[in-house]
Every structure is written in C-alpha cells, then in structure tokens.
C-alpha cells in the first residue's frame, strides 16, 4: 500500500470503531490502538474499578433510542428494545465491527502515551506516536498522516424522559425537521415556556422540588423515567448540598442533624483531558476548548489530528462521532478543505458566544450543540445533507417521512460520499421496527403493522407549511 496515508486512531470505542470505518472507506490505512483487550469502549460493563477506563454501570440503559443512535448505514435489529440496556449496546457495536470487519484493524492492549508533531510536520502534516506494548512492556515510536482521537467525558435539573406520547421513543418524537424548523423560529423564551410546560405535565419540577434556577434548554436534561415515581413513592428523597462529611455520613445544608450513609457516590461530572497531546496543540481550560467544530484544532498548519464525539448532543453521540468521522476522512483524503484560520476562530467564538447565551456558565456547558443543527452543519462539509428541496419535487411521500417523522442517521446516507443504497427504505420502514420490538408475545409479530393513513399526512404537511408561513410572515 505504497503512498496510502496512514492514520492512527486511538480507542477502540464506538467513535474509534465508526472512525476504522470512514477511513477504510476514504482508501486511508487505519491501525487503532486500544488499551484493553475488548473492543466497544465505556459500553463494556467492567466489574472491576480499573483507573482511567471508563465503564458503564451494570443497570444502564441507553438514553437515546436505538434508531437515533443507529450508524447510518447499519440500523440496530429490530428484535433489540428500543432502549438498549448495555448488554444489547454492546451486542450493536460488536455487529457493527463484525459487519464491515473493524476488528481486524485493532491492536490490542497497546496504549498510546504521546502524540507529537513530527520533525517534518511543517510540509507533511505528520504525527509521532509513542505507543506502549502492554504485554511485553515496551514503548515505541512510529510516524502517522492523522490521528483521530477518542472521547472518554448541585443544582437541580430537567427531567425528559424515555417514553414519549403513545408510548414510542421520546427522542424520535422531537428530533424532527419540522420541530426543528418551529423551534428555531419562534422565541427562546417561548419556546422554553411551553416545552417546560409540557414537560411539567407529566410531574410538577416545582412541587417535587427538583426545579433548577435555569430554563429547559439552558442545561444538557437529565433522562430518567424512574426518578419521580421513586420520590413519589419516597424511596428517593431529595436534598440541598453537603454541608459535611462526617465519620459516619454526611450534613446536609440547612439541616443540623447528620445522616448516616453506607455509600456515597460522587456523580461529579467528567474533566476533558487529553493527557497524551501537547498543551501547545490542544489547551484546555476549565473544559473549554478550541476546536473548529468540535473536531479540528485550527492553529496546526496541516489538518491531521481531530478530535471525534467531543460534544454534548441533546440527542445520540454515536452518529455524530460518525459524521465527525466522515469529515475528517475527506480532510485527509484531500477531498475537502479547511477555511482560512481566521474564519474557524470566529466560527468558534461565535460558538462559545451563543452558548453563554442559552447555558449558565459552567464546565459542564462547553461542547452542547443540537443535533439536527450540528448533522446538518458538518453533513453539508461533505455534501451530505440530505437534499430536502429535491426530494420535495421527485418523492414527496419520502419528503414527509424524512421532515415529519423522526430525524433518523440513515438520512445522512442519502446522498454525498458513500451513500448507502438501503438508506431510503431504512427510514421509510422505522415504525416497523420500533413497534417490533414491542412485538414481544409470538402471535403479535406475524400481524402488519397499523400506518398511519396517507391523507392524514397530507393535512399535516399542508398544515405545517401554513404555520411555517405564518411565523415567517410575523418574523420577517
Ligand atoms: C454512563 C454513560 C451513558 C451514556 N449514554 C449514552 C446514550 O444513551 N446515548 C449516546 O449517544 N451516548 C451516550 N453516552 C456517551 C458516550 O460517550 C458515547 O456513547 C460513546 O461511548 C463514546 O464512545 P468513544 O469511543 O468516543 O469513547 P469510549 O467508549 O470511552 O472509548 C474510548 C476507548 O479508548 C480507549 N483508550 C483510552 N485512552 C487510551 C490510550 N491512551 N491508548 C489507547 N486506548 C485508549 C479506552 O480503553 C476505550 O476503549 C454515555 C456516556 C456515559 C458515560
């Protein structure tokens, strides 16, 4: 493979997995290393308390439903719950490798202890690499084109919840175009009253107390259908902040009396770190940092390092570590380009500026972005966003499954590079595969599926673009 470039891809989780994938497809030469000896990252339950790896709890449940989180070219099977306990996660990941035979690029309990610039970066582009053989316990050196780099990531909240009206995934309720469009023309204030109006609907944040100082969107929400029917039936009872850490328990605030505990579990938060690369190519402050959209640090000279699933979506990481993927694998095939500096800097300043707008300032609010918008933003760097317009004009039954029903990964498959020719009827048949994972009784998943009629979609779209003209008419 003379004069293939050569990328190194650390971690061997669902966003290194997904990169493998995009680099094969771009003809580049993926070698990923992983430290432990599984694949599938923080998504492998791990008993143990092994410092520095990430591991899911052995009760965890997926927060994003499975056909949100899907790669867009491989949907989870239609048997597997719509909320994928960890257990059937990792089950997806593995098939996901085994399918475009990922693993096969991994290298094993090898762990990767620097990245520097190498000597002739300033034409190349190139990276030096210090990686540790963890069996034989040795370290050695080796010259990569791009690196592509993992993510591991008191008040009270806003509590969403999985299941949405008629019982069907939450999520792949509201992460619709036609929401999108509503939500993003109408004002912030308006929107936040009526979203936490509905959301209060289902239990009242003031009068269980766990109402925060800041509007719905103006942190990531907490996911939980457990929580109010806990406080509700007073297994859960909230508190303020420690005061004290006694010997025996905890005082809390406002209270005197001290409390004995038999566990305390700190759920502190996560600290972005990186700590293999130079504070002179990435510095982090009080987890900000500067990346062109998430992914790029702009001051390098050549475009060879990126940063994948560095962001906070309120909605599925999976598919946009795999757009974040995509990009890059075009950046380094040559096949897209970088603006100049100054124009990423104030493509970043302008991202931090409209986040201290919406989000109160804490480390914890410093890579929110929202999904459709962010898709759509980085899909169309690589001519990847669905043509809606088009799509209008030659399919228009399709149009209307891809802007009122769930804005599902597939439909970044549509078009653009390595499109996937399955990714139309994939999205047409969504409610087939969420309503059979309901299907769990034998007799139940021989009978069709009830669509819903056609002529009601009609009315609804008809409906949709007079609302969409109206606000327009009042805004503009
Ligand atoms: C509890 C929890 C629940 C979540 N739920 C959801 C959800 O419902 N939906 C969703 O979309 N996202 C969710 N996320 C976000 C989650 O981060 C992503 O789903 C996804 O796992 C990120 O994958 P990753 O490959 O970037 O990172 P990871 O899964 O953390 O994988 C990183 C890999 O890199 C390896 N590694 C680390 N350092 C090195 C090194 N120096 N050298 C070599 N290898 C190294 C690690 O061993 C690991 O295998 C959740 C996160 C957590 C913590």
Known sequence: MAGTKRVCIVGGGSSGLTSIKACLEEGLEPVCFEKTDQLGGLWRYRDDDSDGLASVMRSTIINSSKEMSAYSDFPPPKEFPNYMHNSYMIRYIEMYAEKFDLGQHIRYRHEILKVVENHDFDETGR???TIRDIDKNISFDDVYDGVMVYLSTRRGCW???????NGMPFDATFLKRSWN???????????????????NNRFNHEIYQIKPKHRIFGQHPMVNDALPNRILSGTVELKGNIKAFTEKGVIFEEEEEEREADVIILATGYK???????????????????????VIPPKLKHPSLAFIALAQPVGALFPIGEI??????LLMSKKA??????DMMADIKKKRAD???????????TIQIDWIPYMDEVSSLINAKPKLFNILLTDPGFFWHCVFGPCLPYQYRLNGPHPWPDARKTIMTYKDRVHYALK????????????????????TSFLFLILLAFILSVLF
């Open 127 to 129: 990276w030096k690499v």
């Open 159 to 165: 509590i969403i919840h999985r299941v949405g009206p």
């Open 181 to 199: 469009t509503i939500w993003r023309s109408i004002p912030y204030s308006l929107l936040c009253y009526l979203s936490e109006n509905y959301i």
């Open 272 to 294: 972005i770190q990186f700590p293999f690369i130079d504070e002179k190519i990435l510095s982090i402050e009080n987890n900000n940092v500067d990346l062109y959209k998430y």
């Open 324 to 329: 974040q993927a995509r990009w890059f694998a």
């Open 337 to 342: 380009k970088l603006p100049p500096f100054g």
């Open 355 to 365: 986040m201290a707008k919406r989000y109160f300032e804490s480390p914890r609010n």
């Open 440 to 459: 769990t009784r034998y007799s139940s998943r021989t009978k069709e599926v009830v669509q819903s009629p056609g002529f009601l979609k009609l009315v």
